[in-house]
Nanobody, 119 residues
Framework: QVQLVESGGGLVQAGGSLRLSCAAS????????MGWYRQAPGKQREWVAS???????NYRGSVKGRFTISRDNAKNTVYLQMNSLKPEDTAVYYCAAKVTVVPGPIDYWGQGTQVTVSS
């Protein structure tokens, strides 16, 4: 069982930047994909970005060019660099891990970290 702990959230003005971190309790080398989801008040949780074991990344359209997902296998950590933040980015951000490439639900979730962007 993999434990995921997010950090780095906070309050930032529009146009500012934050870097979220997700520390895993064990090696993430063999995990098929790591990613970030977010949930804004009154909205469904939505996928934001993912990074596969081989390093390929994907982003939802609204964050392309602004957010960057990366991983450091030596530190068992995944990051989400968020630049040019907008008020609509305000949400609780969750780290997620999927052990295999087989389609299906997320295997592990972090506890979430709040990101608030003021206008």
């Amino acid at each position: 069982q993999v434990q995921l702990v997010e950090s780095g959230g906070g309050l930032v003005q529009a146009g500012g930047s934050l870097r979220l971190s997700c520390a895993a309790s064990e090696s993430i080398f063999g995990i098929a994909a790591m990613g970030w989801y977010r949930q804004a008040p009154g909205k469904q949780r939505e996928w934001v970005a993912s990074i596969a074991r081989g390093g390929s990344t994907n982003y939802r359209g609204s964050v392309k060019g602004r957010f960057t997902i990366s991983r450091d296998n030596a530190k068992n950590t995944v990051y989400l660099q968020m630049n040019s933040l907008k008020p609509e980015d305000t949400a609780v951000y969750y780290c997620a891990a999927k052990v295999t490439v087989v389609p299906g639900p997320i295997d592990y979730w972090g506890q979430g970290t709040q990101v608030t962007v003021s206008s």
